[in-house]
């Protein structure tokens, strides 16, 4: 079973709606990341969190909300989406520091992406 | 503000061709350099994390090096499987963020 899952993997939705997606995780990582991947713009982080009850805007929060529901559990939402979302979305984790000497942490570990449309 | 920069865009290799993937970078303090490969319709998939100029690490075909403005991907005698894009990624100290460059398109020809 993949370690880092998200769903949907496809969705089309229309100007205005509200629309969520979902990240889940069996790696036991604290930090979970939600980044967009647009052709020509590489990945660019929306949210990020470090704990249950820690959430942090990344470079292009706007427009998106987050809701960490479980240590295992990252959702981002779209409260009216707009075609300009349209975009591959990537939910992401990794380790916190210390936990496995130097090397690990953001050593980032990737769902299998979100396709959404919006028309 | 820190840049990353991947050359060049799309690459196309004979099986067995060796050959190097550029990555640029600018950082505030360099904590990590990292290469991602990432297929079609897949997530990025970790490669290596470099952190200090003249560190080497290796995979496999691939190995990566790290200078104090650029890291190479080098890649030896690729097969078809290494088909896949390249994706160079930098974290400054004090910084949560990765910054991504937006890859290199490896073609591998039977």
């Known amino acids: 079973d993949a370690d880092v899952t998200q769903t949907p993997r496809n969705r089309i939705t229309k100007t205005g709606k509200r629309i969520m997606l979902e990240c889940s995780q069996t790696?036991?990582?604290?930090?979970m990341y939600w980044y967009r991947q647009d052709p020509g713009l590489g990945l660019r982080l929306i949210y990020y969190?470090?704990?249950?009850?820690?959430?942090n805007k990344g470079e292009i929060s706007d427009g998106y909300s987050v809701s960490r529901q479980a240590q295992a559990k990252f959702s981002l939402s779209l409260e009216s989406a707009i075609p300009n979302q349209t975009a591959l979305y990537f939910c992401?984790?990794?380790?916190?520091?210390?936990?496995?000497?130097?090397?690990?942490?953001?050593?980032?570990?990737f769902g299998p992406g979100t396709r959404l449309t919006v028309l | 503000e820190d840049q990353v920069t991947q050359s060049p865009e799309a690459l196309r290799l004979q099986e067995g061709e060796s050959s190097s993937l550029n990555c640029s970078y600018t950082?505030?303090?360099?904590?990590?350099l990292f290469w991602y490969r990432q297929d079609p319709g897949k997530g990025p998939e970790f490669l290596f994390t470099?952190?200090?100029a003249g560190e080497e690490k290796e995979k496999e075909r691939l190995k990566a090096t790290l200078t104090k403005k650029e890291s190479f991907l080098h890649i030896t005698a690729p097969k078809p499987e290494d088909s896949a894009t390249y994706l160079c990624?930098?974290?400054?100290?004090?910084?949560?963020?990765?910054?991504f460059g937006t890859g290199t398109r490896l073609t591998i020809i039977p």
């Open positions: 990624a930098v974290q400054a100290w004090g910084n949560e963020k990765l910054t």
């Open positions: 790696k036991g990582h604290d930090r």
């Open positions: 950082v505030s303090g360099l904590r990590g």
């Open positions: 470099l952190y200090s």
């Open positions: 992401a984790t990794s380790d916190k520091p210390g936990t496995s000497g130097r090397a690990a942490y953001n050593e980032q570990f």
């Open positions: 969190s470090f704990d249950v009850k820690d959430i």
